[in-house]
């Protein structure tokens, strides 16, 4: 159900074409209708994660809300979140074009850019675990890159949901 949401209206956003599929989550460009911005929307599939749906839409919201209160120059700002029904939970954040995995594929990075993204990711890294956070799957994948060549943290409030689930079970 993931690959047919292209023009559905989720909350406020407009989805329009899937940037990347994951096993049970997609990422689309959507459209943010109040303020006509693009917009990256992360839709997943709420049959997917290990908890109760009870309990998997208090986890979501409980660490959404903290990971939204997180103001770091190299996490992902995050725009909204929601449920929608008991098919899916959306996060919709800053769009950025590509990703470290994506530029690491391109072939070689000249050394002082490589030192300045893994300073920012460190410092990332370093100011989530002072907020008493882990991101349990830093991968290239979960680093975009905006049009400045900076970089940011994603996917920290999904790592949590899943970190919750692996500790209540």
Do not use: W
């Not at 209160?69 to 992902?76: A, D, G, N, R, Y």
């Not at 954040?93 to 000249?110: C, D, K, Q, T, V």
């Not at 680093?143 to 949901?161: G, K, P, T």
């Amino acid at each position: 159900m993931l690959d047919s949401l292209t023009d559905t209206q989720i909350g406020d956003f407009v989805l329009h074409e899937m940037v990347e599929r994951r096993a049970s989550m997609a990422l689309y460009r959507a459209t943010q209708q109040t303020l006509k911005r693009f917009v990256l929307v992360k839709v997943i599939e709420l049959k997917s994660l290990p908890l109760q749906k009870d309990a998997l839409q208090l986890e979501f919201l409980d660490f959404t809300r903290r990971v939204v209160t997180l103001e770091f120059m190299h996490l992902q700002p995050i725009y909204d979140f929601g449920i929608i029904g008991d098919d899916y939970i959306y996060i919709a954040g800053r769009f950025m074009a590509g990703n470290l995995h994506e530029l690491l594929a391109s072939g070689m990075i000249p050394l002082d850019r490589a030192l300045e993204l893994t300073s920012q990711i460190i410092r990332s890294v370093g100011f989530v675990h002072a907020q008493g956070l882990v991101h349990s799957s830093l991968s290239p994948r979960n680093v975009y890159i905006d049009e400045a060549h900076n970089c940011y943290i994603n996917d920290l409030e999904l790592s949590m949901i899943v970190q919750a689930a692996r500790t209540t079970r």
